[in-house]
């Protein structure tokens, strides 16, 4: 995804679409056994930050969306108030709709969710994000002399 | 730099090759670049966000100031588009492999023959060095077990036309001696010490100058070497709004139009500056030398500037073992299987954020309804604990690309989006690109054929990505083709443009078709010889 429609203007998403997007970010990467989810990571301000860059006042565009295909799961619910579950039903239906936009839509949250999870972002300076420990990722390297081992 | 004899637009893959070749042959050189100029040494982080985000990375498709959006582009068909501005452009990024093309895909189809090329690719090779790797990676061993398996042969040659898998050709420094106990950061470390980054941009040995820094990318290369002609100025944060020309045939070349300069807006001040030459260079990639020239109103009679866009319509297998992989240790990439007429797959190392965007973060498809009659165990985008337990696997997965040999269709090509506001250099390009059948058949076939090596390497699981509709772009071609005939190509067998005079194309958007091998090296050893055909032609 390599940008959105013009010039930036910083805009504040609506606080209620914060509240979906949180909805959204826990769903996509949610706690597991030894590791915090994205929210727990502080996920939701670097991903509206990605959101925002793309395309000023998407947060408030991508929140609408997905309580609008809320209702075709669970009608009269919105999406933040939907089980994990009937979330992933309503990515599953925009992403399975005949549109460009629609897909992109859930790439685009699905894409900085991960991004702020598993990359350095994550943690703070000089720390060493917690996910890196769990997917026996070894970080930032000078050079790997033992190139070769398991073999 | 006053009265350049040649202006070169993008000092990304191919533009630093031309200049340095003209320069070194004494003429004056202005190179410009869209992007910043970073100092491997101390702006390559090393981070997957840091570098590599795509609205903010040090590496986007963007200006300098990273506080301000990227450059946009309006897709139709495609998603994902991984392009890098600044000196050395995508060679900042790209994993350094150097193939040269499959030999069935020039014969017949291009201007020039194979044999043609065979010199070129031997300067570049020798200059960057290309090398082929003398050892494998855990990574790229276990994907060679699994190639050798099914019975794949092995070769080293550079000259691929029959199925084979091979260690390497990379434009990466030898494997550095590393004893145990050795001090990486000492100036006694010499190549490449296998640390993974090659993605992020190469910034080891952390002691090495410049010149020898591991993966051989333009900036660390041919645009120090053109520097040291005392020929050749680089301007950074230049991008280019248009080619001055003349109208008619003031040269006798009965050409309706003769190239004369470039004007170009600076990104930092956003002052227009202008510069005539003798002639000019686009080497600003397959998407903005098309904008370029149809921003410019340069000729386009046959409608073909833009068009039959190729990108290898790439996908990834991801396998899963129940052994440690060490994705992140080695040389992104080392160990490659060949097969002519469907394309290549390679083994790839990523860090944690770009496999969890491979496993999990988009594709066509869902990972809990598995796919009828296909040999790979998931597809498509995961979400919830499940994926989070996928992704953890991270240390004993072996990721796989593809990269197709795609059709050449005309409808699939970048054009000006007239539906969309212009941004501060002109109207922006729109990408248009859809899979044709034959394209998502050899995909697929590859795809299969994946699966069938990494079962052989002992792999318990598999997920396809299958990026069929958020289609990925690296690899992008094709669009200022490369050709006898005008109605289908813009620039001829010397890399001229067939309707303007003294206006050279030097990216891979000339290129006609690779095979899906990685097109880097043919891009610069067409450059290089594009050098070669200026000097002759104008200032000879």
């Not at chain 1, 509206?48 to 991508?62: K, N, S």
């Not at chain 2, 790439?314 to 990439?333: A, K, L, N, S």
């Not at chain 2, 090509?413 to 050899?442: C, F, I, M, N």
């Not at chain 2, 109605?487 to 000339?510: K, M």
Request: hydrophobic share 40%; net charge negative.
């Amino acid at each position: 995804m390599t940008g959105g429609h013009g010039p930036m203007v910083r805009t504040m998403p609506e606080e209620a679409s914060l509240v979906t997007l949180r909805a959204a970010i826990e769903a996509i990467a949610p706690p597991v056994a030894e590791q915090p989810g994205a929210l727990e990571f502080g996920a939701e301000g670097r991903v509206v930050e990605q959101v925002e860059m793309y395309l000023p006042g998407f947060t408030d565009m991508l929140a609408a969306l997905l309580d609008a295909f809320a209702m075709d799961v669970r009608p009269g619910t919105a999406f933040a108030d939907l089980t994990p579950a009937e979330r992933g039903e309503v990515f599953r239906l925009m992403a399975s709709e005949d549109s460009h936009d629609l897909r992109e839509a859930v790439d685009a949250v699905f894409v900085f969710t991960l991004g702020a999870v598993y990359s350095e972002q994550s943690a703070g300076p000089g720390e060493r994000p917690a996910a890196w420990d769990r997917v026996g990722f070894d970080g930032p390297s000078d050079g790997h002399p033992d190139y070769r081992t398991g073999l | 730099m006053d009265a350049p004899d040649v202006v070169v637009i993008g000092a990304g893959g191919g533009g630093p090759v031309t200049a340095r070749e003209l320069a070194e042959r004494g003429l004056k050189v202005l190179m410009l670049e869209a992007g910043p100029w970073l100092d491997p040494s101390t702006d390559y982080s090393r981070g997957e966000h840091d570098m590599r985000a795509l609205m903010n990375g040090r590496l986007r498709w963007g200006p300098a100031d990273r506080t301000k959006p990227p450059w946009i582009r309006r897709r139709d068909g495609t998603n994902l588009i991984l392009q890098a501005a600044g000196v050395g452009g995508t060679t900042q990024h790209y994993n350094g492999i150097s193939p040269r093309m499959f030999v069935p895909n020039v014969d017949d189809r291009w201007p020039l023959s194979y044999a043609d090329l065979v010199p070129w690719y031997e300067q570049v090779e020798e200059f960057l060095p290309v090398t082929l790797v003398r050892d494998l990676a855990t990574k790229d061993a276990i994907f060679a077990e699994g190639c050798e398996a099914i019975g794949l042969r092995r070769s080293e040659e550079r000259d691929v036309a029959h199925p084979v898998w091979r260690p390497c050709h990379n434009a990466i420094l030898p494997i550095a001696d590393m004893p145990p106990g050795v001090d990486l950061r000492s100036a006694g470390v010499e190549g490449c010490t296998m640390c993974g980054h090659c993605l992020e941009g190469c910034p080891n040995p952390i002691a090495a100058p410049l010149e020898r820094k591991a993966k051989r990318a333009t900036n660390v290369t041919y645009v120090p070497a053109a520097l040291a002609t005392g020929n050749c100025e680089v301007v950074p944060n230049a991008f280019a709004t248009a080619i001055l020309f003349e109208s008619g045939d003031g040269g006798g070349s009965g050409k309706p139009a003769r190239a004369r300069g470039v004007r170009w807006r600076d990104t930092e001040t956003g002052e227009s500056r202008e510069a005539e030459a003798g002639a000019v260079v686009m080497a600003g990639g397959s998407i903005e030398s098309p904008r370029l020239w149809l921003n410019s109103g340069l000729p386009n009679s046959h409608d073909a500037v833009g068009r039959r866009l190729t990108m290898h319509l790439q996908d990834i297998v991801i396998g899963m073992f129940d052994r440690e992989v060490h994705p992140d240790r080695g040389q992104v990439t080392m160990a490659r299987a060949d097969f002519p007429g469907y394309g290549t797959i390679f083994a790839q190392g990523y860090g944690p954020q770009s496999h969890s965007i491979a496993l999990a973060g988009a594709g066509t498809g869902f990972w809990d309804r598995p796919p009828e009659d296909e040999p790979w165990d998931t597809e498509g985008r995961f979400w919830g604990e499940e994926a989070q337990r996928r992704i953890g696997e991270y240390h004993r997965s072996l990721a796989v690309v593809v990269s197709t040999n795609d059709e050449a269709h005309r409808d699939n090509r970048v054009t000006l989006a007239d539906d969309w506001p212009p941004d501060e250099h002109g109207p922006v390009p729109k990408v248009t690109y859809h899979a044709t059948p034959a394209s998502q058949e050899r995909q697929d076939w590859l795809a299969r054929k994946s699966v069938e090596i990494l079962c052989a390497a002992g792999v318990r699981e598999t997920h396809r990505s299958n990026f069929r509709q958020s289609v990925l772009m690296t690899h992008i071609m094709g669009t200022m083709r490369m050709g006898n005939d005008p109605a289908t190509s813009v620039i001829d067998s010397g890399s001229e443009g067939h309707e303007v005079e003294r206006l050279f194309v030097a990216d891979s958007s000339v290129l006609p078709g690779v095979g899906g091998a990685n097109p880097t090296l043919t891009a610069q050893a067409l450059s290089a010889r594009t050098a070669d055909q200026i000097a002759r032609r104008y200032f000879g």
